[in-house]
């Protein structure tokens, strides 16, 4: 898939290389890379080109569920008009594993020892059949990457999923492709990943486990030569933020934000455009506010959607790209029979069971476990857009601090981005967490994206970038308790409303100077209560600790500029 310019051959990303630029020390020939690169070349390995294909074999791969729920408009996308709904279920994790990433690159991470566990794991495949599919990531000839995985046979399913998560190859896209901006001046490889969720740690000569954080699962990724290995690992979510977690890598080396999120974009009746992003983890209320229609107040085409979930913004221009079409939901809050399920395409995690016409429907609502998922198509957003031009207006970080009110806006560059670095939110069933972990206890989750390979100061720099120079906006919206008392989405909503209108009205926030509050009936903070201004004072000593830790965690690999520590500082200081 090539294009011309100035009568040289380009890619968005490189997949074919000259002679002379192959070899040690050029891009695209890291070791990590070679040892994955060359399993895909394997002659055990079968191309699935379309999703029919990859449909046709997650239908016939042993324990998936066929339901009688029909795709809705699935030729649209690449399937055929008979295509049913799957359902597949994972075993008993079904939730991320932080705890397995390891990026090459960071201190304590022992690439060498990893590097011979992949090596291992590559060659303990050759006795099998192995697919390899390819997709585009970003979706706009400003940014798109292209992305390989390779799964043995027996995955069908999250070979499907996949290609369903993200862009498959139709023809549309490959036209896109071919004439796409070459990413990094033509010098960022394809992303490559290599997947065994069957694997096991078995005894191997010179293979040494303990650069694992537990004996069961790995995964591993070298963000610098675009490539990864997920092994033991059975669970989607690993897959697509697996991708996403270099996409979001080639997109941070190349002047982008990063973003997990959601943004939408207002077209007013006096004619502004007003783009809202919202940054928070899942279950945070992130994808309520992106999709949420306000009761269509302002008109059936009046919102668009970019996604809920991934996308980046240009720190140039402001515009915005999505990064996948689809949405990999919580089916917790859709159950059997909902009108939202007609626009599912494939399940996880969940039970099924027989209607009274003895055809195999859909059990919802976490009934089986945590955490179920589905991916949903394109169309379950009426006004979906693959790119947004209009520059964003605000960042709002969605945050469960019990101290902070429903809403605040904060003044100052510095303020703005370290408070997304200290984003407090509380642990969700997406993730799987270690037995007897507080899922109530707040943690500090860097601008809501657990997914980083590259030191914090870049997304840093980045949203300080369009807060100082762009003159976007930054708000700390509340989405759970404050001190108590439930903030629910109508509060929310009402919220975004009256930012995105401009009528929302922002006085200074007691002794804070850089801190504005717009009063919202029933949670109106008292600051003359001691014990209310102690809990925000240790909340805000929370962040600065956080801070300071970065500066010395993995050899300060993390380390923020001193404005930042210094503005949670002074925050502290006047709640003294």
Not at 196 to 211: A, I, L, R
Not at 491 to 500: F, K, Q, R
Request: some cysteine.
């Amino acid at each position: 898939i090539k294009t011309t310019l100035g009568g040289k051959f380009l890619m968005a990303t490189k997949a074919n290389y000259k002679l002379e630029e192959i070899g040690a020390g050029k891009v695209g020939f890291s070791k990590t890379r070679a040892i994955i690169e060359a399993g895909f070349y394997g002659n055990n390995v079968v191309k699935v080109n379309t999703l029919k294909e990859a449909y046709k074999l997650a239908k016939n791969s042993p324990g998936t569920i066929v339901t009688d729920m029909p795709v809705y408009r699935g030729e649209e996308f690449g399937l055929d008009a008979d295509a049913k709904v799957l359902l597949f279920n994972d075993g008993a994790v079904t939730g991320r594993y932080a705890a397995a990433r390891r990026i090459k690159g960071e201190p304590g991470v022992d690439a060498p020892k990893l590097d011979k566990v992949v090596m291992d794991a590559m060659y303990k495949t050759r006795f099998r059949k192995l697919y390899h599919a390819q997709v585009f990531v970003g979706l706009d000839p400003e940014f798109m990457v292209k992305a390989h995985l390779l799964i043995p046979e027996g995955e069908e399913n999250l070979l499907y999923n996949w290609m369903l998560n993200f862009q498959y190859m139709s023809d549309c896209y490959v036209k896109m492709y071919k004439e796409s901006k070459p990413v990094g001046d033509g010098k960022e490889a394809d992303i490559y990943i290599f997947s065994d969720p069957q694997w096991k740690p078995t005894p191997s000569p010179d293979v040494d486990y303990s650069c694992l954080s537990d004996d069961q699962t790995l995964c591993y990724f070298d963000t610098n030569e675009n490539c990864a290995a997920i092994l033991g690992m059975k669970y989607f979510g690993e897959h697509k933020k697996g991708t996403l977690t270099m996409a979001w890598a080639i997109a941070n080396r190349n002047g982008y934000a990063s973003c997990h999120g959601g943004q939408k974009e207002y077209a007013l009746p006096d004619g502004r455009k007003y783009v809202a992003s919202v940054f928070g983890l899942s279950g945070s209320g992130k994808s309520t506010l992106t999709h949420a229609k306000h009761n269509n107040k302002y008109g059936d085409k009046a919102i668009t959607v970019l996604h809920d979930d991934a996308f980046i913004i240009n720190t140039d221009t402001c515009s915005s790209v999505a990064l996948e079409p689809t949405y990999f939901d919580k089916t917790a809050d859709y159950p059997t029979g909902c009108p939202d399920n007609q626009y599912l395409l494939t399940v996880q995690n969940c039970s099924a069971t027989m209607d009274e016409d003895g055809k195999i429907q859909l059990v919802t609502e976490d009934i089986r476990n945590g955490n179920g998922r589905a991916i949903k198509s394109k169309l379950w957003s009426p006004n979906r857009v693959d790119k947004i031009d209009a520059p964003v207006n605000s960042i709002i970080w969605i945050m469960k601090d019990p101290t902070i009110p429903p809403v605040v806006k904060l003044k100052g560059s510095a303020l703005a981005s370290v408070m997304g670095a200290t984003l407090a939110t509380k642990t969700s069933t997406a993730e799987r967490v270690a037995a007897g972990t507080d899922l109530n206890a707040l943690r500090i989750v860097p601008y809501a994206n657990p997914f980083r390979t590259y030191p914090l100061v870049n997304d840093y720099e980045k949203f300080k970038k369009l807060v100082e120079e762009k003159n976007v906006d930054c708000y700390i919206v509340n989405t759970g308790d404050f001190m108590g008392k439930k903030v629910q989405p109508k509060d929310t909503l009402g919220i975004l409303e009256a930012i995105v209108e401009g009528k929302a009205e922002f006085k200074q926030w007691g002794p804070l100077a850089d801190v504005e509050i717009m009063d919202w009936e029933g949670f109106v903070p008292d600051m003359n209560d001691a014990e209310y201004k102690a809990a925000l004072k240790s909340a805000m000593e929370n962040r600065v600790n956080a801070v300071e830790k970065f500066a010395t965690d993995k050899d300060g690999y993390d380390k923020l500029p001193d404005e930042a520590l210094e503005a949670l500082k002074k925050l502290v200081s006047e709640l003294s």
